[in-house]
């Protein structure tokens, strides 16, 4: 029966492709013997309105068009399936009772990044197969190809990549794993490192004041990072990296569904680098011989009856870092600060200099060894009855324990964290008046030694809070939070944000935002890298409550424009926006003299203002480019007067172009992908105070930043990638200022404002079982 | 005292006679075609009073309801269903209502195809 049913579909296969376009065929139940056809089934094409039902004998006949090339096939008690269709054809496609215990993965094809039109707040949600387009191994890698970010060269001994929104540095960013905050305190330099890109499902950046769910602390705007989860990601995945400067990385998931109920993930991933660098030759070793092994395990609970939803995590992670001259041994190189003190005292009882004399033969390095422990529940019940209506609990427990030295300076750092937040959402009268409510509860202890002086703290903090949204999805929507925390340190303090969108006409969306943020500075570890030269590090002591100082106080407002088109048939957005962050006070790490670093609190103001265009447009089918030019404003009053901030291009620009080939039926398709970043000329501290050999100029020349990376997809399985960093080979020139004397007072790696890595190559591959 | 328990008594009665669901879950069939008609549809839903959320799909042309029966019934939802131009099983809306729809979203003349993407 079934041949006869093929064969006669295709005799009359020719006249349809002379009459209509059409995709006909039959929807049956998979893998029974009788072939019983399914009456009722939906089919539709994804993203289109255009859909229609399966006959009593489980046949159908949809229009096709170009356009479209995902059918979906649904049907109740059947697991859903995607088929890609590229041309009017007959199928017979057989769908699994749902109640099987394999699974079947409905892909969606959407748009990498994607905005939203609707959401009052100015969120763009990255999705994995944004992050696939570079080589991203991390987190911090993974906003290349992202407007949104800037992505600096943090230090030039760790090369550890910090971003940057809106012209302020990640510390003012809140950063959040499936919304808890994640690196912050001792994780804040390295944290964003210690996320595999492959863990990752997607990102959601929000510009500008945050919601006031996730707490106070977000300045300029929330990165929240959701993980793969067990139930969907691949059962098996293995992904190889490795590139010209002898970096390997290796990650492995195994997924597994265990029960109607029950799923886990391990997911593990190691990262190494054992080759020395130094490809400028002064000496000094341009990337770090690394280790890290992260490993997470992850349990998925899902009742979709009863409504609850749970997930518990575990991670442990040890990393690391060895970076400083090229033949540094730690074992036996290593100068401790007592030995610096008896050289001194040596010298000083000699009669000779007061600084410490170091011999000639000794050898500058620095070792980072982090080990951190992770774990984290949520829950979340969702009334069965009113889909409107839920619960969430989320709480999680950090262990971090960083014990590092650069040069004679010994930094370690253990911070304990425990943090909990308690959620309840439901509705006023209707669906389009909501509200979000409840409690949170935050414990950090630190223990922090600089050299040889306790820094140890603890902060407490617990807080309420109250978000209302309206949402009308044809004219306005606006979200008012509130939240009150009371903090041992920073007190009681109250902390609004609001945000509006209104749609003026088709495709348009206007949105304003204010919103507040307050936070503790924890100095020493955001500036790590401060760390790494021959600066003196002072505080200017106001009496605070932490390190002496206040905490940072800080305004956020901002306005975007965001226009959907259709030009010559294809799709585009174009999205401006201003956004001023206005600091009420603020804790200035001043480097304007190049003998010290100063920490004080701010006297006068501080405003960093962002501008930013940016056009998306599909050129030719599937071939996209995205543009953006970046304007930022940092000013702050410095002791020495007000300055543009250091190391901040003024004028960024961006593109990007992605194509790909049409995908065949496997999934086998060609990927192409290009990143320019033209990054305009940046002010340097001030390096006046130096020998005139280890002055810099007033500002660094512009330069381009280009990645390209060529993916080859064999199957729905198997892929290889390869690509290149820095295409231009711009390399900084002199990033270890004073390197030939690593002790002494001009010693500086601090100052890196172009990339020390030049061209570099790199290639890997990906196995989805 | 005998009377206050009565009159308890009776009125718990009352109540269980004519208990009304605060939040009373309902489907029914309305027509339409496309994501504007489920804005349109949904729209229209929630503008009735007592009615808490409102879900329309398009391929099944199901909309899902949840609402007070204290203060709506379905009767009033479809009333308003129909003045902004979609049809149910029992109320159809007048050919007034019915051309005040946007073009596309004509469901009567076709009910299968959406035309262009909106």
């Not at chain 1, 990393?319 to 540094?328: I, L, T």
């Not at chain 1, 209707?430 to 050299?451: C, H, I, P, S, W």
């Not at chain 1, 088709?506 to 021959?534: D, P, T, V, Y």
């Not at chain 1, 294809?570 to 401006?576: A, L, P, Y």
Request: aromatic residues 12%; negative net charge; charged residues 20%.
């Amino acid at each position: 029966m079934k041949k006869i049913i093929i064969a006669f579909a295709f005799t009359i296969l020719p006249w349809l492709a002379f009459s209509q376009e059409k995709v006909e065929g039959t929807v049956v139940e998979a893998g029974n013997a009788n072939t019983l056809a399914l009456p009722g089934a939906n089919v539709y094409w994804m993203d289109s309105q255009i859909g229609v039902a399966t006959n009593i004998d489980g046949k159908f006949s949809i229009p096709y068009k170009k356009e479209y090339n995902k059918l979906i096939i649904s049907y109740v008690g059947y697991e859903s399936d995607t088929l890609t269709v590229n041309a009017p054809k007959v199928v017979k496609h057989g769908l699994k009772p749902s109640n099987e215990l394999d699974e079947v993965v409905v892909q969606q094809e959407r748009d990498n990044i994607q905005k939203t039109y609707f959401s009052p707040q100015n969120t763009v949600t990255v999705n994995s197969a944004e992050l696939l387009k570079a080589a991203c191994c991390n987190l911090a890698e993974s906003f290349e190809t992202n407007p949104a970010i800037d992505v600096n060269l943090s230090d030039g001994l760790t090369g550890t990549k910090q971003i940057q929104m809106l012209g302020l540095t990640s510390p003012y960013l809140m950063i959040t794993q499936e919304n808890i905050p994640m690196v912050r305190g001792a994780s804040q330099a390295y944290g964003l490192t210690f996320t595999p890109g492959t863990w990752i499902e997607s990102i959601q950046i929000t510009k500008g004041a945050g919601s006031v769910v996730n707490g106070y602390e977000s300045i300029s705007g929330q990165i929240n990072t959701e993980l793969v989860k067990p139930l969907t990601d691949s059962s098996v995945f293995i992904n190889g990296y490795g590139n010209q400067n002898g970096r390997y990385e290796l990650n492995t998931h195994f997924n597994k569904k265990l029960s109607e109920k029950w799923s886990t993930g391990l997911y593990i991933h190691g990262n190494k680098r054992t080759q020395k660098e130094d490809d400028n030759g002064d000496g000094f070793l341009d990337a770090p011989l690394a280790d890290q092994i992260n490993v997470m395990n992850r349990w998925q609970y899902q009742d979709a009856e009863k409504g609850w939803v749970s997930f518990f995590n575990v991670r442990f992670l040890n990393d690391e870092k060895q970076v400083g001259q090229v033949d540094f041994n730690p074992d036996t190189d290593r100068v401790d600060n007592n030995r610096r003190m008896f050289s001194q005292a040596e010298a000083l009882a000699s009669g000779e200099a007061e600084l410490p004399i170091l011999s000639e033969a000794e050898v500058w390095g620095s070792e980072i060894n982090t080990r951190r422990f992770d774990t984290s529940l949520k829950l979340g019940y969702v009334f069965p009855e009113l889909p409107f209506q839920s619960f969430g609990f989320q709480t999680a427990y950090s262990l971090h324990k960083q014990d590092s030295y650069f040069g004679y300076r010994t930094y370690d750092i253990n911070h304990e964290s425990i943090y909990t937040n308690l959620l309840f959402n439901s509705i006023i009268g209707d669906t389009r008046n909501k509200f979000k409510t409840g409690l949170t509860f935050a414990y950090d202890g630190y223990d922090e030694m600089v050299t040889a002086t306790d820094y140890s703290r603890e902060d407490r903090s617990v807080g309420a809070f109250f978000e209302y949204s309206y949402e009308n999805l044809e004219k306005v929507s606006l979200t008012a939070g509130l939240r009150v925390d009371n903090h041992n340190r920073l007190g009681t303090f109250v902390t609004p944000r609001f945000h509006i969108r209104y749609t003026p006409w088709e495709k348009g969306s206007l949105r304003g935002s204010f919103g507040r943020g307050k936070r503790a500075a924890n100095i020493f570890a955001e500036n790590q890298q401060l760390f790494a030269s021959g600066r003196e590090i002072k505080i200017l002591n106001s009496g605070g409550d932490l390190y002496g100082l206040d905490s940072e106080d800080a305004w956020n407002y901002g306005v975007s424009f965001l226009q959907g088109f259709n030009f010559l048939n294809r799709k585009g957005d174009f999205t401006v926006d201003y956004y001023i962050t206005d600091f009420k006070n603020q804790v200035v790490v001043d480097w304007e003299n190049s003998q010290e670093v100063l920490f004080y609190n701010l006297e006068g103001s501080s405003t960093a203002k962002s501008f930013q265009v940016e056009v998306n447009y599909e050129l030719l089918p599937r071939l996209n480019i995205r543009t953006a030019y970046k304007n930022y404003d940092v000013t702050t009053d410095y002791q020495s007067g007000s300055l543009q901030k250091p190391l901040q291009a003024q004028h960024l620009f961006f593109a990007n172009l992605e194509y790909e080939t049409k995908a065949k039926d496997n999934g086998s398709q060609w990927k192409f992908d290009y990143t320019l970043h033209r990054v305009g000329e940046k002010r340097l501290p001030d390096t006046s105070s130096n020998p005139i050999a280890y002055q810099l100029a007033a500002t660094s020349s512009p330069y381009n930043h280009m990645n390209a990376q060529i993916t080859k997809v064999f199957s729905n399985t198997f892929e290889v990638y390869v690509g290149g960093e820095n295409l231009s080979n711009v390399q900084q020139d002199n990033p270890v200022l004073g390197g030939d004397d690593p002790f002494g007072p001009n010693f500086d790696t601090t100052i890196i404002y172009a990339p020390i890595m030049g061209r570099m190559f790199y290639g890997g591959f990906r196995i989805k079982i | 005292m005998k009377t206050t328990i009565l009159s308890i008594v009776m009125s718990l009665f009352t109540v269980l006679i004519f208990a009304q669901d605060k939040n009373k879950k309902m489907t029914f069939d309305v027509n339409g075609k496309c994501g504007m008609c489920k804005e349109r549809i949904e729209e229209a839903a929630l503008n009735v009073k007592g009615v808490k959320y409102a879900s329309w799909d398009i391929p099944t042309h199901q909309l899902a309801v949840i609402i007070d029966e204290r203060k709506t019934d379905p009767m009033k939802i479809k009333t308003a269903l129909v003045a902004v131009g979609h049809d149910t099983k029992e109320l159809k809306a007048t050919e007034e209502a019915y051309e005040s729809v946007h073009p596309c979203c004509r469901y009567r003349e076709d009910n299968s195809d959406d035309g262009a993407d909106h």
